[in-house]
């Protein structure tokens, strides 16, 4: 690995610390405050049809942070070490997915603010899905 590499790829490789952060956080707060959470979302979603799913959804949901996060963080190693951005395509694009996911919830639930609040996070993953696509002719 050469300075020059790491010095291409730095945007990437902070957007995907970023996200390692903000999803392993955001998991880890549901799953240390698991209760708290339940409360909050049954109450959030007492008037909707999701009303009854909130423990699945919680479950769910922060499973799919903590492998985001986790694999934007191996993502970084990964590069680190073959050079390869592959692993941090993933994990945006399961962060998007994940994204979606509270988006769905939020706007079920009328919580218009809440919703608009993900959207930066979405085109964030968006732009580093876009930066790191293996698939994409060059």
Do not use: C
Request: neutral net charge; proline residues 4%; glycine residues 8%.
């Amino acid at each position: 690995m050469h300075i020059e590499d790491i010095a291409k790829n730095l945007p990437v490789l902070i957007a995907a610390l970023l996200v390692a952060i903000l999803f392993i956080q955001s998991g880890l707060d549901k799953v240390f405050d698991w209760g708290g959470n339940v409360g909050w979302l049954k109450g959030h979603f007492e008037k909707t049809f999701l009303a009854g799913m909130v423990p699945l959804m919680l479950a769910k949901i922060t499973i799919m942070e903590l492998a985001t996060g986790i694999l934007s963080l191996a993502g970084i190693i990964y590069f680190l070490v073959t050079d390869s951005l592959v692993l941090i395509f993933w994990a945006a694009a399961l962060g998007a997915l994940s994204i979606t996911a509270l988006f769905f919830g939020q706007r079920v639930a009328k919580d218009y603010p809440g919703a608009a609040v993900l959207v930066p996070y979405f085109i964030l993953l968006m732009i580093l899905m876009f930066l790191t696509n293996p698939y994409l002719k060059a």
